[in-house]
């Protein structure tokens, strides 16, 4: 079936026609009448800030992931910051971080005058590199961060080795990983505390919000005197209105807790319809030439957040010129209406408030540690992976079903069965 897309013809950036019609992939998410429902009753109920709605998404949402303590926040990065405080991080500390991930999962360490230290990732799984953590362990390090890319879980067992082995604290960042496992257990059951998003592009999705979740109380006390105003009162103290530390405002509202319970009821079957698209996209891809797809390693389940994998630059013979090409690359997918593209170009170390080692102004908060070194040698395969990959999200989420996966991988067969044209594409 494929064999007959891998045919000579005109790729649609230079005028041929498209793979996949418009419309063909409908937007994520679906919005039905439980969630215009529960958005009205929201609007029209006497309380739009911290309300009866967010009370309700904790208590589902813990029952949903196994957790004991669940705090619904205004974004994920708000929940990271949560779980550096609640781990007891404070200046100067480090925190273990992949080299490659969103940057919240480092800037909320700078947030609190924590200092991240930064692991290459593994190409298979592209998540940190667990054989390189206990190597970035310093007499400072307080934390490993194992964040969950893509909707696939760390070698959990591995990092909560090291974690106990040095005393270390564990923050699992599920923002993309709502309902992956590792041997069994759900993301976000393992680590001592963890934080999800619920951002517009997330497998649950209410535009924005998060959680803070963990099973320790007292990681749950210290993280949540951030949460509003540093108002959260110490059991000894009476008065209101009052700071009684740091605090920042990361509460999430009553209309965005609303919209979070009606897409909680539709959740796991979101995941599985994600799952089956998803190996539907693999089957019909092992057909396409010089693309290296994802694998999941044993024992675990992968959410597919986010569809990711590369070109083989190798074969193609543009290791040298990877990025441009692979850019030509996803413009040529994307005239063929295929949806993909490049989630993340930037190793975090890369990114220029890393580089220039400043934050809050003069060197803050690194002027707090000891030195540490981000020259980009040390991150070979993040970078490799920058230049080579490409992702999509929206063509295997709900209401898409296989068929749409079947039209997207037509696209890439077009694509790279036509891999001669590509070099005219204009970047
Ligand atoms: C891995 C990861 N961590 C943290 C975040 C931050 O989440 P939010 O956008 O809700 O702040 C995201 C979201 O994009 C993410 O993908």
Known sequence: MLEDAIIKEKLAVFGGSKVVPDGAIKPWPPIDDVDRKMVLASLEGGSHTYGPN???????????????????????????????????????????????????????????????????????????????????????????????????????????????????????????AHGAKFRGRKAGTIGHCSAFSCNQNK??????????????????????????????????????????GMGWMYRNTDLTAAFARAQLTRLDDYLVRQKANAERLTECLAEVPNLILPTTPAGCEHNFYNYTFRFDMEALGHARDAKSFR????????????????????????????????????????????????????????????????????????????EVAELVAGAFAKVMGNVEQIEKVEV
């Open 327 to 402: 850019d030509k690359l996803v413009k040529a997918l994307n005239a063929e209406g295929a949806q993909t593209g490049v989630w993340q170009g930037w190793p975090v170390p890369e990114m220029t408030v890393f580089q220039a080692k400043d934050a809050y102004g003069k060197g803050c908060p690194w002027c707090h540690g000891r030195p540490v070194d981000y020259s980009l040698d040390q991150y070979p395969v993040a970078r490799k992976h920058c230049d080579w990959h490409t992702g999509m999200t929206t063509p295997l989420r709900s209401p898409n079903g296989p």
């Open 203 to 244: 497998c649950l999705c209410s535009g924005e919000g998060g959680f803070f979740v963990t099973n320790d109380e007292a990681i749950l006390e210290k993280g949540k005197t951030l949460w509003y105003f540093g108002e959260h009162r110490p059991p000894e103290a009476t008065g209101g209105y009052h700071a009684y």
């Open 54 to 176: 967010c009370q309700a998404l904790e208590k589902e949402f813990a029952e949903w992931n196994g957790n004991k303590h669940v705090l619904t926040c205004n974004s994920g990065t708000a929940a990271l910051h949560m779980a550096v405080v609640g781990c007891g991080c404070g200046a100067g500390d480090e925190v273990i971080v992949p080299a490659y991930t969103w940057p919240s999962s480092a800037t909320c360490c700078l947030h609190h005058n924590v200092i991240p230290v930064f692991v290459d990732i593994d190409w298979e799984t592209m998540n940190i590199d667990v054989g390189r953590i206990e190597a970035a362990v310093t007499p400072r390090t307080k934390v490993i961060m194992a964040v969950h890319l893509h909707g696939l879980m760390v070698d959990m067992d591995a990092v909560m080795a090291v974690a106990a082995k040095h005393k270390l604290k564990v923050i699992e960042d599920c923002c993309q």
